[in-house]
């Protein structure tokens, strides 16, 4: 059974940093895109970045130049560095897993981040 469990979340003022991990079990982790999307309250969930098995990323244009993803293979590990972060930051973030082979996407129950003074 694929689990996906987020960590890191928490409250931050305008302008820290967290760091967001994903641990994955169940899965082969390196035929998996891993990536972070984020949902606030009363939005859609949306595509912070994704990193590929070979280690190719992107990032959504609100989030570039502030928030770094990586991934470590040997720990099935999946992280989210953010820096500089902003109130419209908040949200709820969650890991996905995708299956480059057969498309089935894993999610986590997500890791609540709060931006706020």
């Known amino acids: 059974q694929v689990q996906l469990v987020e960590s890191g979340g928490g409250l931050v003022q305008p302008g820290g940093s967290l760091r967001l991990s994903c641990v994955a079990t169940?899965?082969?982790?390196?035929?998996?895109?891993m990536g972070w999307y984020r949902q606030a309250p009363g939005q859609q969930r949306e595509l912070v970045a994704g990193?590929?098995?070979?280690?190719?990323?992107n990032y959504a244009d609100s989030v570039k130049g502030r928030f770094t993803i990586s991934r470590d293979n040997a720990k099935n590990t999946v992280y989210l560095q953010m820096n500089s972060l902003k109130p419209e930051d908040t949200a709820v973030y969650f890991c996905?897993?995708?299956?480059?082979?057969?498309?089935?996407?894993?999610w986590g129950k997500g890791t609540l981040v709060t931006v706020s003074s």
């Open positions: 996905n897993a995708r299956n480059i082979l057969t498309d089935i996407d894993s």
């Open positions: 169940g899965l082969d982790f390196r035929i998996n895109v």
């Open positions: 990193i590929g098995s070979g280690s190719s990323r």
